[in-house]
Nanobody, 127 residues
Framework: LQLEESGGGLVQPGGSLTLSCTSS????????IGWFRQAPGKEREGVGC????????YYAGSVKGRFTISRDSAKNTVYLQMSSLKPEDTAVYYC?????????????????????WGQGTQVTVSS
């Protein structure tokens, strides 16, 4: 499953950024989609995951209320809108697509079980 992340960059604390996840090989609406991040020296962690079936979205506690996931079916794109960014949000952000997890909560908690990843996009929050 080939995915491409984009939209990363340098932003000041308190700022906003929107990341995009696209694919030219399959329809994103057919899969559960997750956003994950990995900071230097830390394990990859789930940020938020959206269900393909009922639209349920799981958010990690550290980003709840600040990050929003949305789908644009016409553009075959899933977005991660990030606001009130903090220095601890600095990481490489990845999206993943899968249909094997029972719920998106499980998907977001099990990045090690996801077999395929894109290149990621760097987000740096710094003044």
């Amino acid at each position: 499953l080939q995915l491409e992340e984009s939209g990363g960059g340098l932003v000041q604390p308190g700022g906003s950024l929107t990341l995009s996840c696209t694919s030219s090989g399959f329809i994103l609406d057919s899969k559960d989609i997750g956003w994950f991040r990995q900071a230097p020296g830390k394990e990859r962690e789930g940020v938020g995951c959206v269900s393909r079936s009922d639209g349920k979205i799981y958010y990690a506690g550290s980003v709840k209320g600040r990050f929003t996931i949305s789908r644009d079916s016409a553009k075959n794109t899933v977005y991660l809108q990030m606001s009130s960014l903090k220095p601890e949000d600095t990481a490489v952000y990845y999206c993943a697509a899968d249909s094997s997890f029972p719920t998106v909560d499980v998907m977001c908690s099990a990045p090690l079980l996801i077999p395929s990843w894109g290149q990621g996009t760097q987000v740096t929050v710094s003044s």
